[in-house]
């Protein structure tokens, strides 16, 4: 099947790039390269020894994304990763997130819906905000959204819910991500942030390289059992096992509603300090750090119940929190050397 993978020489793109190549699929990558590099594509070409189709391309420029659909006029189904994702960001240039995360949905659905060319959106599990209730499933409410990022994420999935009920046949899997970590088991491809890293792996990763002073740790008077926050880490090559899983549903027509939403996390929720020790204990690697203050706009815990996904199609993790910090500084150390 032709597979187009908006964004994917990005961090979790990539991964899945790599995985549909490998199951036969052909893949045509749109990607701006705004937050990555063309060096993604040679090393995406070293793993799988094959040669994905690719164009550099804003989806914001309507002209040329539908030029590309119109040289590809056999694309089964879009995998729609383009966006920008740093929080912080967000907040200081609101319409630079509202521009490019919206427009370039909108234009892709002005070519996929007429021709029912099925969609799997990455979306995040920030939906949730602060959650009531934990594990969090896929029936907690959405709450208002603490950023502009994700305001775009919340309203990617109405518009594309309320497409999928417009137009019969075309259909949607809506994917809540928890918190992608790690990298290939190759160390080839990984998360590779421009500037100071925001998320804590990429930040932990290179102050155990010695590349930064001391990674913070965000705040230690929360009410948990060790008083930093608790998140659900999920190893990228599960999170890109996962995509090919949707795509099958979607192209083999199994759904039973037009939009499906799938939360996809490990299940397990860890603290930040759980995170440190278990780096230290997989890798042998000691990691300065430096209790701080809490970060704005944090929330206490997240970590997913992920029944449905697991029960509906099959998907389940294979990776531990441990495997996944290896990989990271498996990835690390190559992007030093
Ligand atoms: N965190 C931290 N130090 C950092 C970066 C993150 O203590 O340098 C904490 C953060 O407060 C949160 C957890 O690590 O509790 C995960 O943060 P990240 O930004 O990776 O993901 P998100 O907050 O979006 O879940």
């Known amino acids: 099947m032709k597979v187009l993978v908006t964004g994917g020489l990005g961090y979790i793109g990539s991964h899945v790039t790599t995985l549909l190549l490998e199951r036969n699929h052909e893949v045509i990558i749109l990607d701006d390269l705004s937050n990555t590099s063309l060096s993604v594509l040679n090393s995406i070409e070293n793993i799988t020894q094959k040669k994905p189709f690719y164009e550099q391309i804003n989806l914001c420029d309507a002209a040329a994304v539908k030029a590309l659909f119109d040289r590809h006029n056999d694309v089964a189904g879009v995998i729609h990763f383009a966006a920008h994702k740093a929080v ?3 907040v200081a240039q609101p319409l630079k997130y509202y521009h ?46 603490a950023s502009p990022y994700g305001a775009t994420k919340q309203m990617g999935e109405q518009i594309i819910t309320d497409c999928c009920n417009a137009q019969a046949g075309f259909h949607a899997i809506l994917l809540r991500y928890f918190n992608p970590i790690g990298a290939h088991t190759s160390a080839q491809i990984g998360e590779a942030p421009q500037g100071v890293p925001q998320n804590l792996i990429p ?74 020790t278990a780096f230290e204990k997989a890798t042998g690697i000691s990691v300065p750090t430096k209790i701080v203050g809490r970060r704005k706009g944090d929330v206490l815990q997240a970590y997913a119940d992920t029944t449905k996904i697991n029960t509906q199609l099959g998907w389940k993790t294979k990776y531990s929190l441990e495997e996944a910090l290896r990989s990271a500084w498996a990835w690390e150390q190559r992007r030093n050397n």
Request: proline residues 7%.
């Open 88 to 90: 912080a960001e967000s």
């Open 100 to 145: 490019n995360n919206i427009e370039g949905l909108l234009n892709l659905l002005d070519l996929l819906v007429p021709k029912k060319i099925p969609l799997l959106f990455s979306s995040s599990c920030t939906v949730y905000g602060n959650a009531d209730e934990l594990p969090i499933t896929e029936h907690h409410p959405v709450k208002a959204a």
């Open 203 to 276: 930040y932990l990763v290179e102050a155990a390289a010695g590349k930064r002073p001391a990674l913070q740790i965000f705040g230690t008077d929360y009410p948990t059992p060790d008083g930093s926050c608790i998140r659900d880490y999920i190893h990228v090559m599960d999170l890109a096992d996962a995509h090919i899983v949707c795509l099958a549903h979607l192209l083999e027509k199994k759904q039973t509603s037009p939009t499906e939403i799938y939360n996809v996390g490990s299940g397990k929720g860890h603290s930040v300090l759980e995170v440190v």
